[in-house]
């Protein structure tokens, strides 16, 4: 059975307006909006992560066979506090032609859309301070395997790199985590005191969006990330960067879903020939092929185009 997404857990658990709000601002985050997720009654748990499959051999008939298992390390996992208030001027929401409700909830939604990018950039680069989200919980480039999940593709010019990651969603892979049962809030408006830049005070509207959402990432078989994508000629996406990718995901257990800048899907698109008797372009990709079958692609501006070569 397919395990909840993130967004249904905040519509079960959440307010009505946070899901009104966030139904629309995770549209732009397939990361956030299609991943796999689950609640924790508290702020963090531990869980075991598989860090190697046991080896397992034959025996002959009257002996033994050694014991075995798989590798697994406790790590201990937790929710981060997402807590952005907004505050609009008094006088500015009651002018507005449509009145104030409306001015709060556009305002409101620009805040919780802006929040959901910050969850979205987090999933992939965590706490990477290069991205000013130092105090996010650790993401995929934090908690997967960059000796063995990875795949070079040798871009050469700096800070114009981006990545490629194959995610693989599930209760024993990757999953969102949200705190405190899965709490969702938006907060009630609430007139305060606000003041200026030289101190001076006016009256203004006050509302609070409230998540406690964390990351996990259950192997060090769940995630493969394809690095230094760049602009150079020859450095960009291709079907052979990804099939190797694609092979070093265990047989049985493939990605579910691969994530992109737009520009990287033009890369791939570009790197293949058109088979059309009339010539036509190749089309779009919008899946990869697997030794499974196919995997949706999702581009995502929550990845960067201008990746440093050292990231």
């Known amino acids: 059975m397919a395990m909840p ?3 249904d857990i905040i519509k079960r658990n959440g307010t009505d307006d946070a899901v009104g709000l966030i139904e629309e601002a995770t549209k732009a ?3 956030v909006a299609l991943g796999a997720a689950k609640t924790v009654n508290g702020l963090n748990y531990r869980a075991r992560v598989r860090t190697a499959l046991p080896s397992v051999g034959f025996r002959k008939h009257g002996s033994g066979s050694p014991v075995v298992k798989s590798t697994w390390e406790q790590r201990l996992f937790e929710c981060y506090l997402m807590n952005p208030p907004f505050e609009v001027d008094k006088a500015d929401a009651d002018s507005a032609e449509d009145g104030a409700a409306a001015y709060l909830a556009e305002e409101a939604l620009g805040i919780t859309m802006g929040a959901f990018q910050s969850l979205g950039k987090a999933f992939f680069y965590g706490d990477n301070a290069t991205f000013g989200l130092s105090d996010s ?27 490629v990651w194959l995610v693989r969603w599930g209760l024993q892979d990757v999953k969102w985590v949200l705190g405190e049962g899965g709490k969702a809030e938006v907060s009630d408006v609430i007139e305060v005191r606000l003041t200026d830049g030289s101190g001076n005070p006016y009256m203004g509207y006050h509302q609070e969006l409230y998540l406690r ?31 190797e990718a694609m092979a070093k995901f265990p047989a049985g257990k493939p990605p579910t879903a691969a994530y992109m800048t737009t520009r990287s899907r033009r890369q791939l698109k570009s790197s293949r020939t058109a088979t059309t008797p009339t010539g036509k372009p190749a089309e779009w990709p919008d899946v990869i092929d697997g030794p499974e ?19």
């Open 5 to 7: 997404t993130l967004l």
């Open 29 to 31: 985050t397939p990361e």
């Open 137 to 163: 919980y650790p993401g995929c480039l934090q908690t997967y395997d960059s000796t063995n999940m990875v795949v070079d593709a040798t871009g050469t010019t700096d800070d114009v790199a981006s990545s």
């Open 213 to 243: 959402p964390g990351l996990q990432v259950g192997s060090v078989y769940s995630l493969c990330r394809i690095k230094k994508l760049t602009t150079d000629s020859g450095k960009g996406l291709t079907d052979a960067l990804i099939d």
């Open 293 to 311: 079958g196919s995997i949706p692609i999702y581009s995502t501006d929550s990845i960067s185009n201008i990746e440093t070569l050292a990231l």
